[in-house]
């Protein structure tokens, strides 16, 4: 740990975040089952094996184009544990509000809550509220917990990424990013951006059953696209060629990045998921996940290779390489 206060890039899933998770969090709390680092952690118990995992929500705004904080705290969970290839089967949810909310604001998330975990078809049964003084929180903040059942031994984990696999991305990068800051700056566009906000444990099932072999599952939230392939690599061990041209992007996203200055694969999405497959089944993915509302614009994006291990190559619209790196800095604070 090289700084001596916590920054704001400390929580945006780039280097810092690392750091931070490399340098503190395992040096204390490090165990076999934690330090997989995925985005649930799977416990076995008897015949059963189980994804648990847990995360909280501090966006600003509340409320943003397609979505408010409280479904983002159930997608969110539900993502987490449909990246392990498990299905939710109870969830927690704990407030933290500000002296001062008002109650119909809280009731509007409660409500928004409530209806996408009926959309899931998952229950919240268990929780905590607490309240602070005016002036210690910014309104609310949420903490979800969430369990899930895997129906199988085996589970996809970037570690079983190989060279030859083919990668592939749900839909359009950038969304949810873009959706809340030009909302929390006032910055209008011929179109609303709307983030992606949903649960994709759906699609995820549409997946597997078209291929139960999928080696990797990954929902790229902070830290966009990029963080994610990084990651992905850096427990692999291959390396990861992708083609911008292939990239799908809304243009009024494409537009809003140009600018701010914001490269899109970088910018946190809320209703992705990126898949790695083996080459033999792509298709079969493909195509289960275009006939999912929530895969209609999925696409081949690239592809695994064996040298230089632990990179993520970006093939430019300009028919250029260059290296895809993790975000060093915070570009988009309280976006989740």
Do not use: W
């Amino acid at each position: 740990m090289k700084d001596d206060i916590i920054l704001l890039a400390h929580g945006a899933g780039g280097k810092k975040s690392a750091d931070l998770i490399g340098g503190l969090f395992l040096k204390h709390f490090g165990n076999p089952t934690l330090n997989v680092l995925g985005d649930s952690a799977i416990i076995r118990n008897g015949a059963h094996t189980l994804a648990f995992t847990t995360d909280s929500f501090v966006v600003d705004p509340l409320f943003f184009p397609g979505g408010d904080i409280g479904k983002l705290a159930i997608c969110g969970t539900v993502n987490d544990l449909a990246a392990a290839g498990a299905q939710p089967i109870a969830l927690s949810a704990a407030f933290i509000l500000e002296e001062g909310l008002e109650f119909e604001v809280l009731e509007r998330i409660v409500d928004s809550m409530s209806r996408t975990a009926s959309e899931v078809g998952v229950s919240i049964v268990t929780g905590d509220t607490k309240v602070v003084p005016r002036g210690s929180a910014d309104r609310m903040f949420i903490n979800t917990s969430g369990i899930g059942l895997l129906p199988a031994q085996e589970y996809p984990s970037p570690e079983r990424a190989c060279v030859g696999d083919i990668v592939i991305l749900s839909g359009t990068i950038g969304d949810h990013g873009m959706a809340v800051m030009t909302c929390r700056e006032g910055i209008r566009f011929a179109s609303e951006i709307r983030s992606d906000c949903a649960p994709l444990n759906g699609l995820v099932a549409r997946m597997l059953e078209a291929s139960p072999s999928i080696h990797c599952l990954r929902d790229p939230t902070r830290g966009g696209l990029a963080a994610t392939l990084n990651e992905i690599v850096g427990r692999s061990r291959v390396c990861i060629k992708i083609e911008e041209m292939k990239i799908p992007i809304n243009e009024d996203v494409r537009v809003a990045c140009e600018l701010l200055g914001i490269d899109p694969l970088h910018v946190a999405n809320e209703g992705k998921m990126l898949v790695i497959v083996p080459a033999q089944d792509a298709e079969a993915v493909l195509s289960a996940m275009r006939e999912h509302p929530l895969g209609r614009r999925a696409a081949i994006i690239g592809k695994a290779q064996s040298e230089p291990t632990g990179r993520v190559h970006l093939k430019t619209s300009m028919g250029s390489l260059r290296i895809l790196d993790i975000p060093a800095g915070d570009l988009l604070p309280r976006i989740c």
